[in-house]
């Protein structure tokens, strides 16, 4: 039992890395102009990220990739008057954008880059983020191996690729010839991934002793973790486990729940549970909240309080299991058609081998269970919030129908039905994720001093996150003319500028090109056979 523990460990460990083997890495930057000697943005209405409202119009002035002035240079409604503003010298790059909105560039922490499996080349991921403002993505697990990893970043560092800014989160354990099964070897592991260059580690779960020799040893390097707490671990090792040890930040909510448990201490699974089995997985998964300690008890408050004050941050990826709740919704979204690669749709059709792809038999009575426990689960993670605790918003996209870019949008909406407001919601997408990285004095605000990542879109995304979607809002006229508005205009990285649309429309290329390359068409899942042959294929 030892020999099938430390092997099922070790799997658990380094699972994406065997299902993201290398893809293709992005060519040189062929994009974006800049960075500039000084770069003046006119007439911009200023959503800063810190919780501020909108301010406007202002200027906003950038030196290479440093914000050095920002000036509120006159009233709502009321013309400029051209003294009150910073004068163009010769050689400044001017950008116009009167009655438009600014952000802070997106944080994305939970940005896997894709693998083979999902068919998703690298610079197909990193345009689908930059055309819907992710200017920074955490790695979590490196599944293109940390040396991969590392190269991409440092070319983004650069600005050589078109890209996001890159941390690479290494799955423990990823490169040890051996399964890490004593606390010796967890410290060193940790010790030889921090001289490697990673920005943390993302765990699963292990023995205690283990995680907690390795989350220590890493809290004391200085590197920061996150931690899924996978259900083979858990029983033994919960949030609050991972918390006192030095874990900086959860991701799902996996861990959560069993930390809340005040009746029992393991997941109430039927006898003929199997892990491996994700229909069995995702289906018990989606009944684990209403196990917990109800909202507002003794235990609750217990487990809050005490995550509170070792200023821990939740990752929820709500977006990620919407598929649960609603199938349907996930797999008929409208980008698909365009923006989804034909191997990337094949990965997510059902599948008792692919990750993510469990629809064995899923229908109304899972999915009613799923938005019973989302009720739950939006209700601590809100309630964290307000009380000051640290939430923050990731995708973990290229999985169950989740679309790089869009789903992350798709997160600050279901962020916003947990109980945000829309400012807490960007904040939540710059300010507040900067902070979990470590990187709130050079990230995550519009504010001197800081890098220049920001988001500029002719659409106010206050009034409606929609607004943000490449694919855009749907709005009727006067006239009673059905039109899209929105997206992303511009997403400024390191005072990079990039047209979010352009990048977008190669996305949509690379996805036509591959389209024709097979002759194939999207198709539903059990539908895809058509006049005896595969729809979809090149035969």
Request: hydrophobic share 35%.
């Amino acid at each position: 039992m030892k020999k099938i523990s430390k092997i099922l460990t070790l799997f658990v460990a380094l699972f994406p890395f065997f299902l993201n083997a290398q893809i293709e890495k992005a060519p040189p930057r062929a994009e974006g102009e800049g960075q500039f000697n000084r770069l003046i943005i006119r007439g911009i209405n200023l959503i800063n990220g810190t919780g501020s409202p909108m301010q406007g119009p202002c200027d906003i002035v950038v030196e290479k990739n440093k914000i050095v002035e920002i000036k509120i240079v006159g009233y709502p409604g009321v013309p400029i008057d051209p003294k009150n503003r910073p004068q163009l010298n010769a050689g400044d790059k001017e950008l116009d954008c009167t009655g438009m909105y600014m952000l802070p560039g997106f944080v994305d922490m939970h940005g896997h880059i894709g693998g083979k499996s999902q068919g998703t080349p690298a610079e197909y991921v990193y345009k689908l983020w930059l055309g819907h403002g992710i200017t920074t993505i955490r790695d979590p697990s490196a599944g293109n191996g940390l040396d991969w990893t590392l190269d991409q970043k440092m070319k983004s560092s650069k600005n050589e690729i078109t890209a996001p800014r890159i941390l690479a989160y290494t799955a423990f354990g990823m490169g040890s010839k051996e399964s890490i099964t004593t606390a010796e070897q967890a410290r060193t592991w940790v010790e030889e991934n921090a001289k490697k260059g990673a920005d943390g580690v993302k765990f699963f779960g292990a023995r205690p002793e283990v995680m907690e020799a390795a989350l220590r040893r890493n809290k004391e390097l200085g590197l920061r973790s996150a931690c899924h707490h996978a259900q083979v671990d858990v029983a033994r090792w919960n949030v609050l486990s991972s918390a006192r040890a030095g874990l900086t930040s959860m991701e799902h909510w996996y861990g959560l729940p069993e930390a809340l448990f005040d009746n029992q201490t393991i997941q109430d699974y039927p006898a003929d549970y199997n892990y491996s089995n994700e229909q069995n997985r995702f289906e018990e998964a989606g009944k684990l909240w209403k196990q917990a300690a109800k909202q507002g008890s003794k235990r609750w408050n217990e487990v809050m309080d005490e995550l509170l004050k070792l200023d821990f941050t939740i990752d929820p990826t709500f977006n990620i299991y919407e598929a649960n709740r609603e199938l349907m919704l996930a797999r008929r979204s409208e980008w698909h058609e365009e923006y989804t690669l034909p191997q990337l749709w094949r990965f997510y059709q059902p599948s008792r081998v692919s990750h993510g792809s469990y629809w064995q038999e899923w229908g109304t009575e899972q999915e009613v269970q799923w938005k019973e426990n989302y009720k739950i689960w939006m209700a601590f993670v809100n309630e964290y919030k307000n009380r000051g605790g640290r939430v923050t918003a990731g995708s973990d996209s290229g999985f169950i129908f989740q679309l790089y870019g869009f789903a992350y949008i798709r997160e600050l909406e279901l962020l916003r039905e947990a109980g945000f407001h829309p400012l807490e919601v960007i904040r939540a997408a710059t300010l507040k994720s900067a902070e979990a990285l470590g990187m709130a004095d050079k990230i995550g605000s519009v504010e001197v001093g800081k890098l220049a990542d920001m988001i500029i879109m002719e659409e106010n995304p206050l009034k409606n996150l929609k607004n943000l979607y490449g694919t855009g809002a749907i709005r009727l006229t006067e006239k009673n003319e059905v039109i899209r508005v929105g997206g992303v205009k511009y997403t400024i990285k390191d005072g990079v500028i990039y047209d979010a649309k352009k990048l977008l429309d190669d996305v949509k290329k690379i996805v036509a090109d591959a389209k024709k390359k097979e002759n194939f068409e999207i198709f539903q899942p059990g539908m895809e056979k058509k006049g005896g042959k595969i729809q979809g294929s090149k035969d």
